[in-house]
């Protein structure tokens, strides 16, 4: 099994993206710019019972999560500034798994890998193990990877253009003569706590063009670790 057979399994997702009651357009432009790159359909509702400048993820009528508009467009510009940030990302990108995202923008890449590394966070044991296609591209997360729990193992993988630093306790893998170097993925298992499996695969289907999803099915996520766990591999970097 490779990469791509686990990505054609996934049929993906259509959510709506509802903007209620919405008072700045720049604010939910801003929102789009990261969202609108899921298969998502975008509404704008006027509503009287719901709160003024919010914005949901629903599966048909179902509402899977909401935040502030203005919150979300806040944290984007400050994740922008600071790829290091360790505030939550919003709700909002929880409720986007499995929906399949196009995307030229590596800070949306970024921002996907949080969501499954905030699990690792919040769960205190288990298995994070990230392929950046060159391992510089994980560099900006060196600051999240060290202030992990010690029971939380990091494993990164890609070409061996940087190194993390040898008293950080990150294993460091050269993948670059396998032919899994167009993508980019994220694996977090191997923890007891429920409901905290996640993994996300994107593929470089073109330079700088990322196809993918994000999934915290444990049947999907084991099937990503199979892969991973076959990896040919090289030992670089580690304690």
Known sequence: MVFGDVRDSVDGRRRRLVFYN???????????????????????????????STVAVQDDNTRLASDDIEAVATYIDSWETDLSTEVSPPSIFEALDETIFRSTNKSQLVLASRLIE?????????????????????????????????????????????????????????????????????????TDQPGQHAALVAEETDEGSYTGFWTYRPSLVDEIREVVDGLETIRVAGP
């Open 118 to 190: 905030t699990r690792a966070a919040q769960a205190g044991t288990g298995r994070l193990a990230a392929g950046f296609q060159r391992l510089s591209l994980a560099r900006p997360q060196l600051s999240f990877y060290t202030v992990l729990p010690p029971s939380v193992t990091v494993s990164l993988y890609g070409e061996p253009d940087w190194l993390p630093p040898a008293d950080c306790g990150i294993d460091a893998y050269d993948t670059a003569s396998v032919d899994h170097t167009n993508y980019w993925w994220v694996v977090f298992d191997g």
């Open 22 to 52: 919405a008072e700045s357009p720049s604010h939910c432009e801003r929102v789009i710019d990261y969202v609108g790159v899921h298969d998502v359909e975008i509404e704008y509702v006027e509503d009287p019972d719901e709160p003024d």
